[in-house]
Nanobody
Framework: QVQLVESGGGLVQPGGSLRLPCTAVGLIVSTNVMGWYRQAPGKQRELVATISSGGRTMYADSVKGRFTISRDNAKTVLLQMNSLNAEDTAVYYC????????WGQGTQVTVSS
């Protein structure tokens, strides 16, 4: 089993920045993909960014150039979010994928003045 520990959400003004770290705990396999997804009220959950164990990254078009995903090792990833705007307001979920998907409990990000 894998559990994901998230932190870093909160309230930020438009144009501001936030960092979302996530750590996987449990039976971690080194060859995995980790990432962040988000779900805004009334919308489906969508991909924000993912990173493979080899460092290959994928971003949603809406966050390219503003968000950066990185990882220190097989179990820790960091989403750096810059130039935040109101459309980034959502619950953000960390994801770990190896055969199955594992999800964190979610952390609220609110962008508002």
């Amino acid at each position: 089993q894998v559990q994901l520990v998230e932190s870093g959400g909160g309230l930020v003004q438009p144009g501001g920045s936030l960092r979302l770290p996530c750590t996987a705990v449990g039976l971690i396999v080194s060859t995995n993909v980790m990432g962040w997804y988000r779900q805004a009220p009334g919308k489906q959950r969508e991909l924000v960014a993912t990173i493979s164990s080899g460092g290959r990254t994928m971003y949603a078009d809406s966050v390219k150039g503003r968000f950066t995903i990185s990882r220190d090792n097989a179990k820790t990833v960091l989403l750096q979010m810059n130039s935040l705007n109101a459309e980034d307001t959502a619950v953000y979920y960390c994801n770990y994928r190896y055969i199955s998907d594992y999800w964190g409990q979610g952390t609220q990000v609110t962008v508002s003045s």
